[in-house]
C-alpha cells in the first residue's frame, strides 16, 4: 500500500532518489476523468503527498507517461481534447511545479511525447505531422540542454499503422523505437531508426506482429529494448541489440 492523492496510478517512475506518479480519477477501459496530478515524494517515504502541479485532463485522460533523465521528471499528457481548449502540453516537474517543457515549434494544442534516451542526454519530442491514408506521421525534434533549445531532425518523417495507441523509445543518441496498437482490424506497426530520428525501417528480424498490435515499449539502458503485445499475452519481446532482433520471454506461471 501506497497512499497518493489524485485517484488511480497512470504512471509511476523513479530515478533512484525520489519518486513521481501521475493520477487520475473516474478510470474505466483505460481512460480516466478528471484533472491529472503529478506527485512527486523521496523513494524512502512510505507515501506520496506532495502534488507538484496538476494538468488539464481535457474530457478524459489517455496517458501520462514519466520519463527521467538528468534528475528531472519529464511527464507528456495524452487526452481526449475539449473543443476549443488546446491540448496540454508536456511538463517538466522542477521544485516550484510544473514547467512546460515541449518545443513551441512543434504547435499548440498538439499532443507531443518527450521521450528521454537511456545513454546520454539527448531529448526527444514526438510531434504530430499528419500521415497518409491509415497512417500517423511525427515530426522528430532534439534537445541536448534539457528542453531549454531545440533542434529538427531532417529527414524523413516517422509514420505508424493508426492504430488507436502509439510509444517510443530511446536507447541513446541515435537509436529510437517506435511502436503503434489497439486495433484488431489494422493491428498496428513497429519501426527503428539509427540515425537519431532521421531515417526510419523495420527491425532485421522484428517479432511477430500481435492481433492488437504493441502497447509499450522501453528502452532498459546499453542495447536492450522491451516491447510489450497489446493481446496481453503472458509474454514480453526483448532485444539486445538496440532493437534489430527480438526473442520472446515467458513470464513463470503462464
Not at 501520462?64 to 521528471?73: D, E, F, N, S, Y
Not at 511527464?75 to 516537474?93: D, I, K, L, T, W
Not at 534516451?117 to 499528419?130: D, I, K, Q
Amino acid at each position: 500500500d501506497y497512499p497518493h492523492p489524485g485517484g488511480e496510478v497512470i504512471d509511476l517512475e523513479t530515478d533512484g532518489t525520489d519518486v513521481v506518479l501521475t493520477t487520475a480519477p473516474g478510470c474505466t477501459d483505460g481512460t480516466c476523468h478528471g484533472t491529472i496530478s503529478v506527485v512527486r515524494a523521496p523513494v524512502t517515504a512510505t507515501s506520496a503527498t506532495d502534488v507538484a502541479g496538476t494538468i488539464d485532463g481535457g474530457s478524459g485522460v489517455k496517458d501520462a507517461q514519466i520519463a527521467w533523465q538528468g534528475g528531472r521528471a519529464f511527464v507528456s499528457p495524452v487526452v481526449v481534447p475539449v473543443a476549443g481548449r488546446p491540448a496540454p502540453a508536456p511538463v517538466v516537474v522542477a521544485p516550484d511545479g510544473l514547467h512546460r517543457a515541449a518545443p513551441t515549434s512543434c504547435g499548440i494544442g498538439q499532443t507531443v511525447r518527450l521521450v528521454t534516451a537511456a545513454a546520454g542526454t539527448t531529448l526527444y519530442a514526438v510531434c504530430p505531422s499528419g500521415g497518409a491514408a491509415g497512417q500517423i506521421g511525427y515530426a522528430v525534434q532534439a534537445s541536448s540542454d534539457g528542453g531549454a533549445s531545440w533542434r529538427p531532425v531532417r529527414g524523413e518523417p516517422l509514420l505508424l499503422v493508426n492504430a488507436g495507441t502509439t510509444s517510443f523509445a530511446a536507447a541513446d543518441a541515435r537509436t529510437l523505437l517506435a511502436v503503434s496498437g489497439g486495433s484488431p482490424d489494422v493491428h498496428g506497426s513497429m519501426t527503428l531508426s539509427s540515425d537519431g530520428g532521421a531515417t526510419w525501417r523495420a527491425p532485421r528480424s522484428a517479432p511477430p506482429l500481435p492481433n492488437h498490435g504493441w502497447s509499450w515499449v522501453g528502452a532498459a539502458g546499453g542495447a536492450t529494448f522491451y516491447a510489450l503485445s497489446g493481446d496481453g499475452s503472458g509474454a514480453y519481446w526483448k532485444s539486445s541489440d538496440r532493437g534489430d532482433t527480438w526473442s520472446q520471454v515467458v513470464v513463470a506461471g503462464h
